[in-house]
């Protein structure tokens, strides 16, 4: 009789262990399909600014075309105040760089502008860039920013500045 009450008590015994195991087994799926959705995330983002970057760093390169193309034709009209849009125009097959008011958005996703502001020299020296003192017209302030919605709806924005000059006098 007493091998009867232990077969019966390992019957029910089995039973918790199946459901502790299920348990744990699920748990860990969770786990994982979590891990592997903030990986996807994350590297979703890290694209995106990766390419922001890009943008960025293409918009300093524009800015350096438009001053080589003749600061008096395509730097000097612009006002210091306003956020410009870049566009690449194709005049007989080839690239040329142009400043708009008009919205761009690259992939649909980013907002790049740009803003060649006023730069000031100190007056004692002339040579110092300062907040205030002698405007100089032949220098200005490149700020190229890009936004873009991140994951969570807030938008990220990144800048990166600069001073171009009229070194080529023209």
Do not use: C
Request: zero cysteines.
């Amino acid at each position: 009789m007493k091998k009867l009450k232990i077969k019966i008590l390992n019957k029910g015994f089995y039973l918790i262990e199946v459901i502790v195991g299920a348990s744990i087994i699920s748990i860990a799926l969770v786990a994982m399909l979590n891990a592997y959705g903030y990986m996807v995330r994350a590297e979703v983002s890290s694209a995106k600014l990766v390419k922001a970057t890009y943008l960025l760093e293409e918009g300093v390169e524009a800015a350096h075309y438009l001053r080589d193309k003749g600061w008096t034709a395509t730097i000097a009209p612009l006002s210091t105040t306003t956020n410009y849009y870049l566009y690449l125009s194709s005049i007989n097959g080839i690239g040329d760089w142009q400043a708009t008011t008009t919205k761009q958005l690259y992939g649909g996703v980013f907002e790049r502008t740009i803003n060649f502001g006023s730069v000031y020299r100190s007056t004692s020296t002339l040579q110092e860039i300062s907040a205030t003192g002698v405007l100089d017209t032949n220098t200005r302030k490149v700020t190229v920013s890009v936004s873009w919605p991140g994951i969570s709806g807030a938008t990220t924005t990144r800048r990166l500045s600069t001073y171009i000059t009229n070194m080529n006098n023209n």
